[in-house]
């Protein structure tokens, strides 16, 4: 009876595979993982096992060996995180209240007079210059900026109430204001 490939006892090599792999990883689920990771690598390249050699010094080597592409694999993860940690802005301010002053501003927009807010929309917005925004709009040039002048006032206005605190209506019961 001729054989191709060595025979692989591997069933009476786990002990000593589990043994180190526990000594290496310092936890017996790593450990247990380790092993099936190293036994699934013996298993693909078998073929390389030479007959006759200590299949139990060959397994042990395939456990290190293992071993140490995962500790590499976590190490180098460990540094891309790092890496993206230093990419990324520490901390991000509360989107609620970029929300609510975005919304305050667009209100304050659209509350402006139609003339004031075509004239302040065409020069702030789209990009026009003055003389082009009065040519578009189809007014001299003093009233385009007469317009934008009073919709930007207004809306200085609008900032400044609302950086105002509002008189508190509210009063501490027991003081006697």
């Known amino acids: 009876m001729k054989r191709s490939m060595p025979r692989f006892d591997i069933v009476g090599q786990l002990g000593s595979l589990r043994r180190y792999a526990r000594s290496l990883t310092s936890d017996s689920s790593d450990a247990e993982d380790l092993v099936h990771d190293a036994l699934v690598r013996a298993y693909e390249r078998r073929g390389t096992f030479r007959s006759g050699g200590n299949l139990r010094a060959w397994l042990l080597s395939i456990v290190h060996n293992a071993f140490i592409d995962k500790m590499r694999s976590r190490r180098s993860e460990a540094a891309r995180v790092e890496q993206a940690g230093y990419l990324t802005d520490a901390s991000t301010p509360a989107p609620q209240e970029h929300s609510v002053r ?17 004239a302040l929309h065409l020069v702030a917005i789209e990009g026009l210059s003055y003389q082009e925004a009065a040519d578009a709009s189809g ?19 609008m ?19």
């Open 139 to 157: 007014v001299p040039l003093g009233t385009l900026m007469s317009r934008i002048g009073r919709a930007r006032a207004a809306l200085r206005s």
């Open 102 to 118: 975005l919304a305050q501003v667009r209100e304050a927009f659209f509350d402006l007079p139609e003339e004031q807010r075509s």
């Open 159 to 177: 900032e400044s109430a609302a950086s105002s605190p509002a008189k508190n209506h509210l009063r501490i019961v027991g003081d006697p204001s």
